[in-house]
């Protein structure tokens, strides 16, 4: 893909946005409130966690966009995702909707909220509705970077990346950021992504490729295999680079969903190399598969591994115990079929035949990245998955979380 | 239960049985090879890892149990699970079954055999010949403690049980020993255990029972969800014991299964708390559910979670986890419905209201057993499983395993 090319400022690159990140006590120190703001009502897509523990700002969400399509503004906190908090939670997510919407003075359909953080005590709402203010206050064209940080929980670095390209010459902008850490399971969401465009582009179209984007980008990484209450990744168009509408079946469509699914699929590795703890990430190929669906099962039986995951740790090819988590999948192979590459080092061939010295490939595992490539040799499913390795830190931060 | 009572001598408690654990070479140190033995055939019931990878020594006994109800011997080695090993492993596999066959003097189809190990390795044939014929010079009615030292792997302590109990009068006597510790995850057969018995029982009540406990009780056990390629349970029953046959439907075998079902347990439970890194062995029991099968789902989903189990180890009463967890487990329920109790102090009444400080429950978790309650208040449905905590020591024992 080179028909785009990377800029900074993400959410704020495209034009018409703009955010800001700021502290306001949620959080004992850090930045935790961010803010989204397009100059014009936006078309919007959304995705939202599957969990059936659904925070309050997903249902508030939801609610919604089941009668308006237009976003202006999302509110962002961290330090508490304001689930499992019942009755109170939801008055309390509704007042950070109706505060939003009064501090810019748009009306409360055009307002989403996320949060992010402890699991069932209520918001400190003094804090957000004070902090509210003080984020409009701030809104920039420059703030991408602020918010990037405010919406960080255990995340070691921002995540936050833009693109542009060409649309009849006219140039369009997307950006986003996003952040992860623990809980990251592939299932629809899986943590919490916030895009923008100022592209022109038919409606339908936009919620159709994001769908898409998401499900092959935040849907195939893995931290430890928890799936969140509160993920959620949304999507902004407000047309302001006004470009020829994109429409469906074009060139432009292509373009717009292959420069979408990029942008996507970069803030996903972003997340999972960020995995709670992690040292590398990890690239799990599953090629040969009988379909797709039978890879993709593979793969994240693969990814989701302990012993899987704490070997690449430990710099240790032990490929027995990635047949091991493929034979526990679910999926029908024949062991002594499969072929496996690690670094793209061929270290395992039919019948279990050992092709390299695993020395050699110990040396590899060193690195920051690693990419084990599984051909199952059944047909022509494949699927690749990202997750990361699985550390001592891991333990410590989630053993500690809350203290 | 009270109508048995514990005995020593695991495995060679019942009468006819006889055990040796020896060292042979195949790891560096530490025994690595065990041997039990029937002085009559004795008949046999085993279940299998689900595994799609299944080990060479699986394959073989599967092969000898399609023609053979009666076992007289079987041979376990530690340090190599001849797993993914392909031809050569399986020449290896039958070749155990020799040796011990004419290191005995009895028919190749009365021998089992078991391997717990590295995976992707041959056998060192040499030192598991030699290691056979010693075993069986070994055997001893005293022998049952060096057996189970000499299936351990990663396990910390050797898991053996035995109790006694009397029909008709008659006493008879139930043994096992049991080896788990990495990959131990709800699947049929979930570790290797070895039962024997001297009582006279129904050859296809023995099987049916034997099938219901493990059910009940290996496969309610989890340390790290991952389910491995050698798994297996088998119970001997060798008649010697000269009770009236236990026939199906009778008080007699309602008593032999409550035994059994509880040494079994006793043995899994074993297992949880020694999984690796352990320092608490955690049950959680749901009630209310839907049915027993969502019952079982949720359990799982919860026992399975790496931030329900690092929350445990930082003994951390974070139920919003454990919420999460069971609103990503599939089932049906609804979230503000659900109660909790943690080590018998109700945390968490319906609609998320919080009833106990938490600081009270963190006291609690200092200790080395955890209970967590889940009522859904859905139905009738129940299900217990165990499993342990997550500690740094699981990261650093798997991911230095084979160094």
């Keep these: 893909m080179d028909h785009y090319h990377s800029i900074t400022g993400s959410i704020t690159a495209p034009k018409g946005f703009f955010a800001s990140g700021i502290y306001c006590g949620i959080r004992k120190s850090k930045k935790d409130l961010a803010l989204i703001r397009s100059e014009v009502p936006a078309d919007v897509a959304a995705v939202f966690t599957t969990n059936t523990a659904q925070a309050a700002p997903i249902l508030v969400d939801k609610a919604i966009l089941r009668s308006s399509s237009k976003c202006s503004a999302i509110t962002i906190n961290s330090g508490n995702a304001n689930a499992c908090t019942g009755e109170q939670g939801m008055r309390d997510a509704w007042e950070m909707i109706d505060q939003t919407a009064i501090a810019l003075g748009i009306p409360r359909e055009e307002v989403l909220i996320a949060s992010t953080g402890v699991i069932g005590q209520y918001l400190p709402m003094h804090a957000v509705r004070e902090g509210i203010t003080l984020a409009a206050r701030s809104l920039s064209a420059e703030g991408s970077a602020d918010a990037a940080l405010a919406i960080m929980t255990t995340d070691t670095a921002p995540k936050e990346l833009a693109v542009t390209f060409a649309i009849d010459g006219v140039p369009v902008r997307l950006g986003g950021i996003a952040k992860g850490s623990g809980m990251i399971q592939p299932n629809m969401a899986t943590m919490l992504a916030f895009i923008t465009t100022d592209a022109v582009i038919d409606q339908s179209l936009l919620e159709q490729v994001f769908?898409?984007?998401?499900n092959a980008s935040f849907n195939r990484i893995s931290v430890d295999g928890d799936t969140s209450t509160n993920d959620m990744a949304v999507i902004l168009a407000n047309g302001c680079a006004g470009n020829t509408c994109i429409s469906a079946g074009t060139p432009a469509a292509e373009m717009f969903a292959a420069?979408?699914?990029?942008?996507?699929?970069?803030l996903a590795k972003m997340i999972a190399r960020d995995g709670e703890g992690a040292t590398k990430l990890v690239e799990i190929l599953v090629t040969g598969a009988e379909n797709d669906s039978a890879a993709i099962t593979a793969a994240r039986s693969?990814?989701?591994?302990?012993?899987?995951?704490?070997a690449i740790h430990g710099e240790d090819a032990n490929w027995g115990r990635i047949i091991a988590a493929l034979g526990y999948s679910g999926i029908d192979f024949a062991p002594h079929e499969v072929e496996l590459a690690v670094?793209?080092?061929p270290i395992l061939g039919k019948d279990f035949s050992i092709l390299i010295d695993e020395h050699l490939v110990k040396q590899t595992l060193a690195g920051d990245s690693v990419t084990v490539h599984i051909d199952l040799n059944q047909g022509g499913g494949s699927a690749t998955f990202w997750t990361c390795d699985l550390s001592k830190e891991y333990i410590h931060i989630n053993a500690s979380y809350r203290s």
Tied chains: 1, 2.
């Design 302 to 310: 693969v990814a989701n591994s302990n012993l899987v995951k704490t």
């Design 211 to 214: 769908r898409a984007g998401v």
């Design 343 to 345: 670094n793209n080092l």
């Design 259 to 266: 420069a979408l699914h990029d942008l996507l699929l970069g």
